[in-house]
Nanobody
Framework: QVQLVESGGGLVQAGGSLRLSCAAS????????IGWYRQVPGKQRELVAG???????NYADSVKGRFTISRDNAKNTVHLQMNSLKPEDTAVYYC??????????WGQGTQVTVSS
């Protein structure tokens, strides 16, 4: 089992920045990819950014150039630095971890609200 705990959400004005963190515990050695998804009411959860064990990253087109994902394997933590935030970035952000055996784990989510 892997447990994920997010932190760092909040309210920010458009153009501002926030940094989300996700701390993993449990069987962290089994984690292959870890990343962030977001969801707004009435819409499907969508991938924001992900990072693999080897450090390769991928981003949603809507956040490229504004968001940066990083991973600290020693501390079992992943961060999402969000800059130039827009009102459309408002959502609940979920940390997600995928293991080498293709099991998925989710955090409880953290609210990000960007005011115009």
């Amino acid at each position: 089992q892997v447990q994920l705990v997010e932190s760092g959400g909040g309210l920010v004005q458009a153009g501002g920045s926030l940094r989300l963190s996700c701390a993993a515990s449990g069987m962290t050695f089994s984690i292959n990819t870890i990343g962030w998804y977001r969801q707004v009411p009435g819409k499907q959860r969508e991938l924001v950014a992900g990072i693999s064990r080897d450090g390769s990253t991928n981003y949603a087109d809507s956040v490229k150039g504004r968001f940066t994902i990083s991973r600290d394997n020693a501390k079992n933590t992943v961060h999402l630095q969000m800059n130039s935030l827009k009102p459309e970035d408002t959502a609940v952000y979920y940390c997600n971890a995928g293991t080498l055996r293709n099991k998925l784990y989710w955090g409880q989510g953290t609210q990000v609200t960007v005011s115009s």
